[in-house]
């Protein structure tokens, strides 16, 4: 229900440990699957009462972010960092891949590439809640490095390569098996 879902955030922010590391780091959030619903969620999806759309809303009074779902910060001049949303503006899981299947939506993916060439930083890092390059399981069809989403994975790792081949990196926050890929076409580099 939405209630235990806000009871679940709350009991989260009361651990002490957490507490204690608010008070004193400051942080950047993204939003996943878990974050919003459940394992693999999207639009559409329910778990028990709780609503994907009503999961969404709960986040964003949750975590402390800002307007903007997705966002770039520069520290100094040789870093800047991207914040990418893989929540808000994708496609169906389950609808078939193909140029108008997204995890980004159009408007995310135009700002992404603008901001990108626009940026003179000599290191970029991509800060992402699900992988660009993999391998994720067979059994899985939520993220970029999937069969699923596998277009518009590709579109955004081979603009990368013709864009900033040498200097982003990806961050993922939803790897658990894994430390460091590297694309085999493109090159990137995911962490």
Same mark, same amino acid.
């Given at each position: 229900?939405?209630? +235990?879902? %806000?009871?679940?955030?709350?009991?989260?922010?009361?651990?002490? %440990? !957490?507490?204690?590391?608010?008070?004193?780091?400051?942080?950047?959030?993204?939003?996943? #699957?878990?974050?919003? +619903? /459940?394992?693999?969620?999207?639009? &559409?999806?329910?778990? =028990?009462?709780?609503?994907?759309?009503?999961?969404?809303?709960?986040?964003?009074?949750?975590?402390?972010? &800002? #307007?903007?779902?997705?966002?770039?910060?520069?520290?100094?001049?040789?870093?800047?960092?991207?914040?990418? #949303? =893989?929540?808000?503006?994708?496609?169906?899981? %389950?609808?078939?891949?193909? $140029?108008?299947?997204?995890?980004?939506?159009?408007?995310?993916?135009?700002?992404?590439?603008?901001?990108?060439?626009?940026? #003179?930083?000599?290191?970029?890092? +991509?800060?992402?809640?699900?992988?660009?390059? =993999?391998?994720?399981?067979?059994?899985? /069809?939520? /993220?970029?490095?999937?069969? *699923?989403?596998?277009?518009?994975?590709?579109?955004?790792?081979?603009? !990368?390569?013709?864009?900033?081949?040498? /200097?982003?990196?990806?961050?993922?926050?939803?790897?658990?098996?894994?430390? $460091?890929?590297?694309?085999?076409?493109? *090159?990137? $580099?995911?962490?």
């Amino acid at each position: 229900t939405p209630e +235990l879902a %806000r009871l679940h955030w709350q009991r989260m922010f009361s651990l002490p %440990r !957490l507490t204690e590391t608010l008070r004193n780091v400051s942080t950047y959030w993204l939003k996943d #699957d878990h974050d919003t +619903l /459940n394992n693999d969620s999207g639009p &559409g999806a329910t778990y =028990g009462e709780l609503t994907f759309a009503e999961g969404q809303k709960i986040f964003r009074q949750q975590a402390p972010m &800002g #307007d903007a779902s997705y966002r770039t910060f520069r520290w100094g001049r040789d870093l800047q960092l991207w914040f990418t #949303d =893989g929540r808000d503006f994708r496609s169906p899981n %389950r609808m078939p891949d193909g $140029h108008e299947k997204t995890i980004w939506g159009t408007e995310q993916k135009a700002w992404f590439k603008r901001t990108v060439l626009e940026s #003179d930083a000599t290191w970029k890092v +991509l800060i992402s809640p699900t992988p660009l390059v =993999g391998p994720d399981r067979g059994n899985k /069809n939520d /993220n970029h490095s999937n069969a *699923g989403f596998a277009h518009e994975g590709n579109e955004i790792r081979e603009w !990368l390569k013709v864009n900033v081949p040498n /200097n982003l990196f990806v961050v993922c926050g939803d790897r658990h098996w894994q430390y $460091h890929s590297v694309h085999p076409t493109s *090159g990137l $580099h995911e962490f």
